[in-house]
């Protein structure tokens, strides 16, 4: 199956020449027919399955043979200023979009609106604009001043200017509904059924969820029109590309140590680290900077600006290693992305399924690594039931645990048992004395010089003043970072937490 042979626009079908698209993946081939008849789609696909290209591919072609909308005359600024000349208060005409994509995120929706820039290099008369929280006014102003065809928005930003009369809907032919299920985990279905409310009834409505059940099929069933739902079933469902690996600790002392030591990996070549608070991800990344990694934290107390130059950096490869809270890793769509380390759980089994779904993007393996503290072992147990996998244990010489796993029924998927019955020879992830793990000068673990997180001169857990990723760090002396509030936290003996309670999961 080509591009050509799914009916789309020629000067679509340049731009993904171009771009090096020969082939549709399979949601693609399934949803962009279907779509170009104008048909409600509900799809349920996981992500780096090409769903932006499933939904605005057919919706660009619909777009295509459209006059263009007449613009502004005047840019917000201009008239303002006329209008106080005049004597009279500014008015401004409504963005009439033809288009409205929904996303829960910033990151995801920029990622939109670059693939949708990609894909319509060759459109003229098609404009696409994102609205997203952390953006200046005068500047979203301004951009729908342009009256633009197509807009992306996150729900929030989006109410504000339509209750501000800037947005007008009353002209809107498509709407889709990006990773749902994330906008309505987030809140935001009030303001997505107050948005929906303000669209004509004739639109067509195209939702893509990682699942179609439960709330997300309620909402559904509401705001579509007899749709045409494909359910695609992949090995990137079930993630059957990506190794996935659990590895107990004994404390945080002992997890900084086994994180030097697995992120020293020759085999990576950029890596995620998931945190469950902010302030642990400025942390991370500041003292893996001084390690010598380039390292940079992403999450939602970062300006927008911050954000978007520390996703640039990760996309050039200036960054190899991300350090980032849930909510600010959405989207995040990096082939380069070879490993994903879970440093904390998540609080929900869905957002491991995304968290790990960073790596092995668009067919590609990746890994994926927990450390996980014995006390956790429930929330592993339910990591598996809900991915219906079970996820080994594995354990790196030097840095066994001292502590046993805990039982587990072996009719039930969990991932572990009393020794677990496996043998450290034979080729694993970072493991034994071979090429790559185990005992050895110089190498990826174990006690060495130059490491981060071992009993070793220098390192980034070693004993030496000031810069020890595992020992204690005099508070206020950490180096300062763009948008966050990374270095300055007092150590408690075994790491690098701050002292009094931990942050909620709510500060993600």
């Known amino acids: ?12 079908i340049k731009a993904l020449t171009e771009a090096g698209y020969t082939s549709p993946t399979p949601v693609q081939e ?6 170009i008849s104008g048909q409600d789609l509900l799809v349920s696909s996981q992500t780096g399955s090409g769903k932006t290209a ?66 319509g290099a060759y459109m003229r008369r098609v404009r696409v604009v994102s609205i997203l929280g952390g953006m200046p006014y005068p500047k979203q102003m301004q951009l729908l001043s342009r ?7 996150t729900p929030g930003r989006l109410i504000d200017h339509m209750e501000s009369g800037k947005i007008d809907f009353s002209q809107l032919q498509i709407l889709v509904l990006d990773e749902a299920d994330r906008m309505l985990d987030m809140g935001f279905i ?42 695609i079933a992949s090995s990137s469902t079930r993630h059957e590309n990506i190794m996935q690996r659990v590895h107990f600790v004994d404390d945080l002392s002992h997890k900084n140590r086994l994180l030097d030591h697995l992120l020293r990996d020759t085999s990576i070549d950029q890596a995620v680290i998931f945190t469950a608070t902010k302030r642990d991800a400025d942390t991370i990344a500041d003292r893996l900077n001084i390690a010598g990694f380039a390292a940079a934290a992403l999450h939602g107390d970062m300006h927008q600006g911050a954000r978007n130059r520390t996703l640039n950096s990760l996309r050039r490869g200036q960054v190899r290693m991300l350090v980032a809270t849930d909510v600010a890793a959405r989207g995040i769509d990096v082939p380069g992305i070879t ?22 993007r668009a067919g590609r393996n990746g890994v994926a690594i927990s450390l996980v503290n014995h006390a956790e072992g429930m929330q592993v147990k339910r990591i598996e039931r809900f991915t219906k996998q079970t996820i080994p244990v594995d354990v790196v010489e030097g840095f066994e645990p001292k502590k046993s796993a805990a039982p587990r029924s072996p009719r039930k998927p969990g991932g ?39 009993n070793r001169e220098g390192g980034f857990g070693g004993n030496r003043e000031g810069r020890s990723f595992g020992g204690a760090k005099p508070a206020g002396n950490g180096p300062r970072r763009e948008g966050g ?24």
């Open 190 to 231: 009030d303001d997505i059924e107050k948005i929906v409310a303000a669209t004509p009834a004739t639109r067509q409505t195209m939702l893509f969820s990682a699942t179609l059940d439960g709330v997300v099929g309620n909402m559904a069933k509401r705001i579509t029109n007899n749709p045409l739902t494909i359910q």
């Open 147 to 153: 009256n633009p065809e197509i807009l992306v928005a």
């Open 485 to 508: 509030g990374g270095g300055g936290y007092k150590g408690n003996g075994g790491g690098f937490r701050a002292d009094g309670p931990r942050r909620s999961y709510g500060d993600r």
């Open 30 to 35: 399934k949803a962009i027919p279907a779509a």
């Open 416 to 454: 572990w048992r009393p020794g677990d019955g496996r043998s450290n020879s034979g080729p694993r992830f970072g493991a034994g004395n071979r090429e790559g793990g185990g005992h050895r000068e110089g190498g990826f673990g174990g006690n060495r010089e130059g490491g981060f997180g071992g």
């Open 54 to 119: 499933a939904f605005m591919l057919p919706s660009l072609h619909q777009l295509a043979d459209l006059p263009q909308a007449p613009q502004a005359a005047r840019t917000p600024n201009q008239e303002r200023q006329a209008s106080r000349a005049r004597g009279e208060r500014p008015r401004y005409q409504p963005a009439q979009p033809k288009m409205l994509v929904l996303t829960p995120t910033r990151e995801l929706a920029l990622q939109v609106t670059t693939a949708t820039d990609k894909y």
């Open 1 to 12: 199956m080509t591009f050509e042979a799914l009916g789309l626009n020629p000067s679509i």
């Open 339 to 360: 490993h994903v380390f879970n440093y904390d759980l998540p609080k929900f089994a869905e957002d491991y399924v995304h968290r790990i779904g960073r790596t092995g």
